[in-house]
């Protein structure tokens, strides 16, 4: 069975999550849920990154220590999983004794490209990384964080040496970073020369020791890429990191592309490891037009949010919405609109309108035979998975949910036409029967290839029509809906679906 690995940042524990940390999760369960009903073996990762300055000064303002402060904290990003039915497969956290003896394995896999030295220059601390001198203004690193002068002796990585090595896998793989703008904003930044890394820490101690150099730790950034083979068991189960990390796509947002794009594959490369197979950033999430910020009070939470709409429409939305991979605004007048429009009138009409004549008829004899239009109806039903196939590839989800309404429409305008309920007052028994049977196929099809992004509305529609809606396959089959149960409207316009 082919393997496929998909994985979300891992959150900083500092702050309670939101929508937008929720987003990269919803993204990834997503391509999750696709990949499986393809019948691949995923293996889908999330957690939390407990370990750096800034975490470490969030616990001391709490007056806790910071292992309780993180034990804590990564709860509310663990309960994301059940509030968004997040369907990852494991959760790691970089405080683990599994992750720390794998971070510490990786280091030692990398000695020989890491030298040690002296430290001068300004810090971000909210961003965790280093900034140039040219980029500070006014105390401030380029993304708006305070800076702080940093001077101590430190581990250093020598990432200046795979500059060329970097610039060939961007030239031979060119799918390696995703989107097109990223990259090449990427290959910019590696083309306009890479200094070495430090790669240690000595002023504060919350973080993995380096070995046998227990005063620094390692830089969180070390620490925290290493999640992504530490949850695979590397180093003692090297079989399973090789089978996973080479399908490996890592989502990330715009602003961390850097550290998974250059860092980290320059590490891997001096570990001897294999490369992921892509890098995709998506944009930035607004609330209501403006940047979320607890003082402008427009944060959105995950467990508002879903109570007002449930978890299947804020995951529809964000990505029909938003095309992913670019910034975007969240506005509740806009998840409004998409309620009334393209879920109530388009879908729920469709599925309640269509598969309210075999529930009153009780059941029906399918029709293969059709006309033209049936037939037409039946491809565009049964080309659905594939096309989406070559668009979830690519990350593209807003694409994928263009494509399943494109079919939704289709078949709302074959209604239209084919007028079942003329059929039926008329007694033309073979062409009612042929018109359902396109109809349900293509309902089928919607149902199979939304299940993705909506889950519980899907497995309703499954319910209806009688289906498993398990595999992509089942779009090949022939099927034979005979038992359907009410099917009341999914999208009711005074309650929550
Ligand atoms: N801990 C690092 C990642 C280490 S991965 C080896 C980190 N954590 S974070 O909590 O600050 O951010 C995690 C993810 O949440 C990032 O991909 C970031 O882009 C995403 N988001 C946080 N706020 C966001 C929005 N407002 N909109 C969309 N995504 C945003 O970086």
């Known amino acids: 069975m082919s393997k496929f690995y998909i994985t979300t940042p891992i959150y900083y524990v500092n702050a309670l999550p939101h929508i937008g940390s929720s987003y990269t999760s919803i993204a990834a369960d997503i391509i999750a849920r696709f990949k499986r009903l393809l019948g691949e073996d995923v293996f889908f990762l999330t957690g939390t990154d407990e370990h750096g300055m800034k975490v ?56 020989h490209d890491i030298y040690i030295s002296r430290y001068e220059g300004w810090y971000d601390v909210r961003d965790e990384a280093f900034v140039q001198e040219s980029d500070v203004k006014d105390g401030k690193g380029p993304s708006g964080g305070e800076v702080t002068w940093m001077e101590e002796e430190s581990f250093f990585f020598r990432l200046s040496a795979y500059q060329e090595r970097l610039l060939d896998l961007y030239n031979t793989r060119p799918d390696f970073i995703g989107p097109e703008a990223k990259r090449n904003e990427v290959i910019q930044f590696v083309k306009d020369g890479l200094k070495d890394l430090c790669i240690s820490r000595t002023r ?96 959105i939470y995950p467990k508002d949010i879903i109570e007002k709409y449930s978890s299947d429409i804020v995951r529809y939305f964000l990505f029909r919405e938003i095309h992913f991979g670019e910034d975007g605004d969240f506005s509740q007048a806009s998840v409004e609109r998409r309620i009334n429009y393209d879920l109530a009138n388009d879908l729920g009409n469709l599925v309640q309108r269509v598969l309210s004549f075999p529930y009153k008829i009780g059941s029906f ?17 049964r080309d659905l998975p594939g096309e989406m196939n070559d668009l979830i590839d690519v990350q593209d989800l807003s694409g994928g949910l263009n494509a399943i309404w494109k079919l939704i429409s289709e078949a709302n305008k074959f209604v239209e036409e084919s007028k079942p309920w ?46 498993k809606g398990e595999s992509l396959d089942e779009i090949k089959i022939d099927f034979v809906p005979q038992v359907f149960q009410k099917p009341e409207h999914l999208f009711p316009r005074d309650k929550k679906c």
């Open 204 to 299: 504060f101690s919350w973080g993995i020791p380096v070995p046998n150099h227990p005063n620094h730790v390692m830089y969180v950034w070390v620490d925290a890429l290493t999640n992504y083979i530490s949850a695979l068991g590397y180093p003692d189960n090297m079989d399973r990191v090789n089978q996973y990390f080479s399908n490996c796509v890592h989502l990330v947002g715009k602003e961390i592309v850097r550290f998974h794009a250059v860092y980290w594959p320059a590490f891997l490369m001096a570990a001897g490891l294999p490369l992921p197979k892509r890098i995709f950033a998506h944009g930035w999430l607004t609330s209501e037009g403006q940047k979320m910020s607890k003082s402008i009070g427009n944060v």
């Open 56 to 111: 470490a000064q969030s616990a001391e303002r709490a007056g806790i220590s910071p292992q309780e402060f993180c034990d804590d904290m990564s709860n509310n990003f663990r309960e994301l999983s059940s509030m968004w039915s997040l369907t990852n497969d494991d959760f790691i956290r970089t405080t683990e004794d599994r992750h720390i003896k794998s971070a510490s394995a990786f280091w030692k896999a990398i000695e």
């Open 422 to 467: 003329k059929l039926l007052k008329e007694n033309r028994t073979k062409e009612l029967n042929a018109s359902l049977t396109a109809l349900c196929e293509a309902i089928r099809s919607v149902a199979i290839c939304l299940s993705p992004y909506m889950p519980h509305v899907c497995k309703r529609i499954f319910e209806f029509m009688n289906i």
């Open 365 to 381: 004899t399918p029709n293969y035979s059709g006309d033209d239009s049936c037939k037409r109806l039946i491809q565009l039903a």
